[in-house]
């Protein structure tokens, strides 16, 4: 018999009993095609193996030297950037941890309480350049705030379609200059909606208070707390137009301070 035979090609052991010629496989796990292998496997260069590509191998696991082998399972605080980890701890190497030292937070990072403080951010007024104050654990340009303690900074109206209480694109340009504003403040603003004078008293004072509700809802989305804020629906009350130019003009939010 041929069972001893190893050699990469099929080969044929030929016994003489009359004209018979009767051929062998190669000896297990050698192989010359996938036949030749135990079910669920496949020959892959001469030999019998688990797998020969990813599509092969049950989910969670990939081929490797034709064996399905387990893909290493993702940390258990794993993480992309900073955001990702809980208070106190830092995205480090791809794992949310306490950071031990300085050059584990990257060019220009500190290690503070186990924290890293990044580029351009703080904990405090100190780690930001003279111009900049920290606020919300980011280094921003420093704001003049006058006697009562409201920042110098304007806030202002947006306007508004007729019957319409619809952001429109120059209205969250204007919001998003003005989030600034009250974000740095220490003092809350009024949003007081306002329509023209066309339409009824009941129905331009619910249409004046679905604007200002719609200016706050953007605000809290730039990140200003709803505490901060107070809608104040007017209705029609201090509509001055007299024609569509000036109704444009009532048709509005301000944005003001107490």
Known sequence: MCEGAKVPTRVLCVLLLGFLA???????????????????????????????????????????????????KLAKNACADDAQC??????????????????????????????????????????????????????VADTKVSRNGIPDCALGSIYFGFDQATLEPKSTNDLQRMADCIKRSPVGAQLVGHTDPRGTDEYNLALSERRAIAAR?????????GAKMRT???????????????????????????
């Open 22 to 72: 009767v051929g062998c496989k190669p000896k297990y796990p050698a192989c010359e095609n996938d036949e030749d292998c135990r079910a669920k496997e496949f020959c892959v260069q001469t030999q019998c193996r688990q797998c020969r590509q990813n599509a092969d191998c049950p989910q969670g696991s990939e081929c490797k030297a034709g064996a399905c082998a387990a893909l290493p």
């Open 86 to 139: 809980p208070e106190g701890k830092s995205c480090i190497n791809g794992e949310c941890k306490a950071c031990a030292a300085d050059d584990e937070c990257g060019p220009n990072g500190k290690c503070r309480g186990g924290k890293c403080l990044r580029p351009g951010g703080c904990d405090r007024d100190e780690d930001c350049p003279q111009n900049m104050d920290c606020i919300g654990g980011r280094c």
């Open 217 to 225: 809802d953007y605000l809290e989305r730039l990140g200003v707390p």
């Open 232 to 258: 104040l629906p007017r209705g029609e009350i201090d509509a001055s137009g007299r024609d569509e130019e000036s109704w444009a003009r009532d048709r509005r939010v301000e944005v003001r301070w107490p």
